[in-house]
């Protein structure tokens, strides 16, 4: 499903219109010709479509994902998904006002890049990896790892954000991200690691043991690299649930 799919970013547009809309036949904005909805809201939804048009002709998602509900921004990946950045960090704890982030892992375009601290984890290597990015995704990272690294290293992260939990309890899938894995088949290599085992591996490699941190960073790789399959699964998922089911009148 593409952002051209969708009217729910228009205000006065829920999901029972959009849905109208849909059952009408008007399922692209090429398709929109005020028929099923009143004046004001055409005048609102074309004002959206011309607007729409030129941030997508420029790549801007972010317009998009300032209106869409923080469940419904799996919409954007269609549109974003040559140059979306999958991101997961490992920290020594909980609280970003006395805790570190020692390893950031972003996955992009097949490759992972990996900022340890201490050696190449700085603010600048931060900005500029986000703002190449058109969109991030990570995996509870608007309630933990975006805000995290807005405290530790100062920074605004603009860049238009999919935390793929929102979407995933969307279709039933509950839990860590872990969790979800197992429960869509998505295995892994390594042994079970926790967020505890996370932050004993950093407090092993400080005192020399150099394997322990390349443990860390395989496991922090391993997040976010199975984030991509993950939000394949469920934005088809959703794409049917949401978007098909109403095309084909069910």
Excluded at 41 to 51: A, G, K, P, S, V
Excluded at 107 to 133: I, M, P, Q, S, Y
Aim: negative net charge.
């Amino acid at each position: 499903m593409r952002i051209e799919n969708s009217f729910i970013p228009v205000r006065g547009v829920g999901e029972v219109t959009e849905r109208r809309l849909w059952e009408h036949g008007i399922t692209h904005w090429d398709e929109f010709d005020g028929s099923v909805v009143g004046d004001t809201l055409t005048d609102r939804i074309e004002t959206f479509i011309e607007t729409g048009r030129t941030h997508l002709e420029q790549g801007d998602v972010a317009p998009f994902a300032e209106s869409l509900p923080a469940a419904s921004r799996w919409r954007l990946y269609e549109n974003a998904r040559e140059n979306t950045c999958f991101l997961d960090i490992e920290t020594t704890g909980l609280g970003a006002s006395h805790h570190d982030v020692t390893t950031v892992s972003l996955h992009r375009n097949g490759e992972t890049t990996t900022f340890v601290k201490g050696r190449d984890l700085t603010r600048d290597r931060l900005v500029a990896a986000l703002d190449a990015a058109s969109l991030l995704v990570t995996f509870n990272g608007q309630r933990f790892d975006v805000p995290f690294l807005e405290t530790c290293y100062d920074l605004d992260v603009t860049t238009p954000h999919v935390d793929l939990m929102y979407p995933c309890k969307k279709i039933g899938l509950d839990g860590g991200l872990k969790a979800i894995e197992r429960d869509v088949g998505i295995d892994r290599d390594l042994p079970e690691i926790s967020g505890r085992d996370a932050v004993r591996l950093w407090r092993e490699y400080e005192r020399g043991d150099d394997a322990a941190l390349e443990t860390l960073i395989e496991y922090n790789r391993a997040d976010t690299q199975h984030m991509e399959p993950l939000l394949e699964l469920v934005t088809e998922r959703l794409h049917e649930q949401v978007f098909e089911s109403v095309c084909r009148g069910e």
